[in-house]
């Protein structure tokens, strides 16, 4: 049972990204455990909460920065809902960290493309952070879709990006009042655009998403292995047991979440259509 | 019902479920077989294997029409109008059964004559079905050696539900397709014991075994058994009562039913409950019903209790308790005699099993329908009149019950409610696999509940298109009852113009919006038809 | 280790003995006619049954249908606390298909870490496995090197020879087992030793299906898309995921809470079925796998490809309850033919 016996944790502080989007700030109960506890970017934790069962959220946060966790959770369902209720000092569940993450080693000295849409951002900033933190990664573009200019979250986040070096680039599906960025999907942000090599995306979003973004970076000269993603499934166990996260012979939960463009073309995917 | 009462003389599946799978033909109509009644559906894939033909006439295009030779898909409340014309066209064939009319049945010459008088292509567009598939589909049925019919709640719950079981029979003896092992018509019934509360005289005008209250020799052996005298006036029927105001009676004792989901025109029921001087529910979850009761008795569930159910194919089948009712919980005949005592009445049975010798008493078709007996086997199917008696597989062999079978000609009724320029969808409602009835129990189960989790409503992919619909958004669905939010889901199942969903889920209330209007014979309400406008939510 | 011999007569005996250990599993007929694996708490009353397959394999007693991970606790604070039980057991009579299965989910639960909950059960267990002599029904164990007989991975292996039972043991609990009860067993000689082998012999030849898993296995290996085969299964299925349960090597799970009150409940592992439309779909209500056309897709290729490629053989074991239980004729027997007999599509040119 141990394997399935989460840690408790208290929400110190709750940030709320946009009209969907909350980001819980977490620390371990057990203060040992809590000093301890190490994990990297890509993973995930199964998050339980008082009577929902778990669901597995990505870390948003990075490593480099100890002592607390954060966790970026969009109102989806039940579990999510409940847990957007809770308020400071409350605590949920935790387990994991799961996950094969992203490969940080190899990614260094490369110039990265972050290419996200909505909530797919969680994980990647958790990248970014780590990227600025440790250094010695070269120069990083992130794109970033958002429905409306009320949508977009991690502002704070991008604003210090910005200071940062970051190239953030921005783009709503609808643009409101005010708004003078780019408007349309996330995919219209790569004309123009160049990435020179040593070079990688990483790219995490809705499936729509992914499906038109990866044909598009691949015809912008990016190898397979330098399109990396992460597929979200439905998950109970989060250790390759249960068997919900099944894609084509593996599972995202332990053969994933991330995985390249080469690995995915040898699967079949099915929302991703045809990969070529 | 009372179709199959008219024109064969007993209102139940004349065969056995198992005989499904020997027919060469099998017409299913009005009934999602494979999700209503999957051990039905069993036996129609087995015949399928076999090289059995289908035909499945239903307005939606269900998974059992996928996979049959012939699927009529008709408008909603036209299937006299069908199922004329099919016989008309077996006629013109010359593939009705003469031999059998002749010997069997009587008032032919009045069914012939109209059908005689109808135009075949004008009844195929008022189903909208094309005349070549229904000439396929007659010659199909017509030239079977054996054929059964299936039907459900899509024939029965209609203005005319009874008439429409006529036609059926109709069909039935004028191919001579009944009486016979392997042939005949099947109501498949949908709750397990359905078919036992109906044996039971759970219904206004008769006492156990479809015995007439107002037959003065059956009312006199009743009241010698039970001590009382007993009314000859048949009671009320189901929304005589729920749609009554609190008038028509002042109090109500209900059990295992949740008439605040499942009746139509839910508002007028409330309204019922609400002004009730005294309200009793027994169940065996709290429902929307007991929520408004005086007194709520806790029931036990089927584990914790002996007895018997009685199945569609009259299969009186024993159950036995596996474990002591839970908490307060007691056995619904322990129930009704601690409240019978209680109202001066001394109800004193020492174990089901005298329940049921009293049953056997006083209920021919039940008379050889023993524990003892039903204990050793996989029960007995009625009539089944004595100890030595087998029980009986099919009805009717050799001869009808009432004789001869009659024929009863009907003619299209227009539904109660039909689409116009306000409500411009026609609405129709039936169930989901996962859950049962008002889903007290199912959605209590975290499986079923997850499988489907809330009502969806099917919308045409061409109708979504013009509402710029996607699967998934939320919809006001309006009728001139009332209004509930719904969730679309986008599906082929549905022809343009038509709307399904499911009643199960109290947070989409269907019979808020359903029509009250009922079959003047039967008194079932038209649940399967209604107008309705549909509105995004933004 | 050499075979030993126990009487018929000795059987039920030797079972009372083993009794008093701890729990002891068995096929019993029950009233009604069907055959269960129970626990026996009384030999004289609960009727073994070694003519019949059980119905329901040993699954649910490592691997229950509703199986407690944890109590929790979340009045004012928020807690669980672990729920582990299990007890010495001896299960007597499975048949080879049955403890290839066991051996199945052994590498299934051990997977990254070993479960707990599954493997306190497994430890506490003697297997007695009973070759079978005469498959039943719907038997293709010969086709999935699963039976009728096993050559290793039982403690104790019986084999009937009539009036008594060859034993022989495979792992060291058996042959404690034989040990401690030697009074028992007799040695098997030379005649008992053809016996067995004559048994072992006649049994291959005595299915009455002939399920050819190996040519489909490569098949799918070469193209799992096969689209008709799908849709028209996905069809036939009625969803009620009786497959899975019955299945002695389906072993998919899900977790839920069940609240026994505002403030505390219990979280269970509870049974589950690839073939469910919930078993993929995501919070908001994107599925991944299109159920209408690919509902058991899954669980087919699961068994004969996937679990081919990471555990080097098929993971049915050709017990054929599948074919029993399901209502639509959605069963491997019926997927294995209709694979075979699927037009390559070069044969289709």
Redesign the interface.
């Known amino acids: ?6 840690q ?1 944790a208290k929400i110190v502080k709750i940030i709320r990204e946009n009209p969907q989007i909350k980001t819980f700030v977490l620390e371990f109960r057990d203060k040992e455990y809590n000093k301890s506890f190490s994990y990297e970017p890509g993973q995930f934790m199964m998050v ?1 909460v ?6 597995p959220i990505s870390f948003s946060s990075s490593s480099t920065r100890p002592g607390t966790i954060e966790l970026s959770v969009r109102l ?5 809902g409940a847990m957007h209720r809770l308020q400071p000092g ?4 935790l387990r994991g960290p799961y996950g094969i993450p992203f490969n940080m080693k190899e990614l260094a000295d490369q110039n990265l493309l972050f290419v996200a849409g909505g909530i797919g951002l969680a994980p990647l900033r958790g990248v970014i952070n780590y990227c600025l933190d440790k250094g010695g990664y070269g120069r990083i573009t992130l794109l970033y879709g958002s429905r409306s200019p009320d949508d977009i979250a991690f502002k704070t986040d991008i604003d210090l990006w910005r200071k940062n070096g970051v190239d953030c680039r921005l783009s709503v599906d609808t643009a409101t009042e005010g708004w003078d960025g780019q408007v349309g999907v996330v995919t219209t942000l790569l004309s123009g655009l160049e990435i020179e090599r040593p070079r990688s995306s990483l790219v995490c979003g809705p ?1 729509i998403m992914i499906r038109f973004l990866l044909p598009e970076l691949s015809r912008m000269g990016f190898r397979d292995r330098e399109i990396i993603t992460t597929m ?3 998950m ?2 989060g ?6 996260c ?2 084509d ?1 593996r599972l995202v939960c ?1 053969d994933g979440p991330v995985f390249d463009l080469a690995q995915l073309k040898e699967l ?4 991703l259509g045809e990969l070529t | 019902m009372a179709g199959l009462a008219t024109t064969f003389g007993s209102g139940a599946m004349t065969n056995s479920i198992e005989e499904i799978g020997r027919a060469d033909v099998i017409l299913v109509i009005g009934s999602n077989t494979t999700e209503a009644h999957p051990q039905v559906a069993r036996r129609i894939f087995s015949a399928l294997d076999r090289g059995s033909r289908l035909i499945v006439i239903d307005p939606r295009r269900t998974a059992l029409a996928r996979r049959a030779d012939i699927h009529l898909q008709h408008r909603p409340g036209t299937d006299i109008p069908l199922l004329n014309c099919l016989m008309r066209l077996i006629l013109d064939d010359n593939l009705h059964d003469d031999v059998f009319i002749e010997h069997r049945t009587e008032n032919f010459n009045e069914l012939r004559d109209m059908l005689y008088r109808l135009d075949p292509t004008e009844k195929a567009a008022v189903a909208n079905v094309p005349p070549a598939q229904l000439k396929k589909a007659a010659e199909l049925y017509g030239r079977a050696n054996k054929a059964v019919i299936c039907y459900c709640l899509g024939i029965t719950q209609h203005i005319c539900g009874t008439d429409n079981v006529q036609t059926i029979a109709n069909l039935a003896m004028l191919t001579g397709n009944v009486e016979k092992e392997d042939t005949g018509v099947d109501p498949l019934r949908g709750q397990n014991n359905v078919q036992g509360a109906c044996d039971m005289g759970a219904l206004p005008g008769v006492f156990p075994g479809y015995q007439a209250v107002s037959n003065e020799a059956v009312r006199a052996e009743f009241s010698g058994a039970w001590g009382r005298d007993l009314p000859a006036e048949p009671g009320l029927t189901i929304l005589d009562m729920t749609h009554g105001g609190g008038k028509t009676v002042k109090g109500m004792f209900i059990m295992g039913e949740n008439p605040l989901l499942s009746d139509p025109t839910l508002e007028k029921v409330r309204n019922t409950l609400e002004n009730l001087e005294f309200l009793a529910v027994s169940d065996i979850f709290p429902t929307e019903t007991a929520e408004l009761a005086h007194v709520v008795f806790p029931a036990a569930s089927f584990a914790e209790k002996t007895g018997t159910f009685t199945n569609s194919e009259r299969r009186v089948q024993m159950v036995r308790r596996a474990i002591e009712p839970i908490g307060e919980c007691r056995t619904d005949s322990d129930i009704i005699c601690a409240l019978a005592r209680r109202l001066g009445y001394e109800m004193n049975y020492e174990s089901s099993a005298e329940i049921m010798e009293e049953i056997a008493l006083l209920t021919p078709v039940y008379g050889g329908m023993y524990h003892d007996r039903l204990e050793s086997s996989w029960g007995l199917q009625w009539p089944c009149f004595n100890r030595s008696h087998p029980g009986t597989v099919f009805l009717h062999k050799y001869n009808f019950a009432r004789g001869r079978g009659c024929f009863v000609p009907a003619a299209h009724q227009m539904p109660g409610e039909q689409p116009d320029e306000e409500y411009p969808f026609l609405l129709m409602t039936g169930r989901v696999y996962h859950h049962y009835h008002t889903g007290a129990m199912t959605r209590a189960g975290n499986i079923l509940n997850r499988e489907s989790p809330e009502a969806l409503l099917e919308i045409n992919p061409v109708d979504a298109e013009s509402l710029t619909l996607a699967s998934g958004e939320m919809l006001n669905l309006a009728t001139r009852r009332g209004t509930i939010k719904i969730r679309a889901l986008i599906s082929e199942q549905v022809a343009p113009g038509m709307l399904y969903t499911s009643f199960h889920f109290t947070e989409a209330p269907i019979n808020l919006l359903t029509n009250a209007a009922s079959d003047p014979k039967a008194k079932c309400p038209e649940y399967k038809i209604c107008a309705a406008q549909l509105e995004k939510i933004n | 280790m050499k075979g030993l011999i126990l009487k018929k007569d000795n059987l039920v005996p030797l079972l009372r003995k083993i009794r008093k250990g701890g729990k002891l599993v068995a096929p019993v007929q029950n009233r009604h006619g069907d055959t269960l694996f129970e626990v026996i708490d009384d030999l004289d009353r609960q009727q073994l049954d070694l003519e019949h397959q059980a119905q329901s394999s040993l699954k649910p007693f490592f691997f229950p249908q509703n199986d407690p991970l944890a109590t929790y606790n979340c009045a004012e604070d928020y807690s669980f606390e672990p729920v582990v039980s299990a007890e010495p057991t001896v299960y007597f009579g499975l048949r080879s298909c049955d403890l290839t299965a066991v051996l199945y989910m052994d590498v299934i639960f051990s997977q990254n870490g070993a479960d707990t909950l599954y493997f306190a059960r497994r430890k506490e267990a003697i297997l007695i496995s009973l070759g079978c002599n005469q498959p039943f029904a719907h038997c293709f164990c010969n086709n999935t090197g699963s039976g009728p007989f096993l050559e290793y991975g039982f403690d104790l292996q019986f084999t009937d020879l009539g009036d008594s039972f060859y034993v022989e043991a495979d792992r060291a609990r058996g042959e404690e087992l034989l040990e401690r009860w030697s009074y028992f067993f007799t040695p098997a000689d030379e005649d008992d030793r053809k016996k067995q082998y004559q048994a072992v012999l006649e049994a291959r030849s005595n299915f009455r299906r002939t399920v050819h898993v190996d040519p489909a296995v490569k098949r799918l290996a070469a193209d799992p898309d096969l689209q008709p085969v799908w849709r028209e299964l996905s069809d036939r299925c009625q969803d009620c995921g009786g497959c899975a349960y019955i299945c002695p090597t389906c072993t998919c799970f899900t977790i839920v809470d069940q609240p026994l009150a505002e403030t505390h409940g219990i979280r269970l592992r509870q049974w589950d079925s690839c073939t469910f439309s919930g078993f993929t779909r995501m919070a908001g209500g994107h599925n991944p796998v299109n159920h209408a056309e690919q509902a058991i897709r899954r669980r087919f290729l699961h068994k004969l490809k996937i679990d081919v490629e990471k555990h080097g053989r098929p993971s049915c074991v050709g017990c054929g309850r599948c074919v029993d239980i399901c209502f639509g004729g959605v069963d491997m027997i019926r997927f294995i033919a209709m694979v075979n007999d699927l037009k390559l599509p070069a044969e289709e040119k």
């Open positions: 049972m141990t394997m399935y016996l989460p408790m339980s008082p009577h929902c069962g778990e669901a989806a369902g039940k579990l999510t409350a605590m949920v569940g499936p979200e499934r439905h109970k166990c250790i390759g047991v249960c068997g919900h099944h894609l012979n332990v079949a995917v099915e929302e």
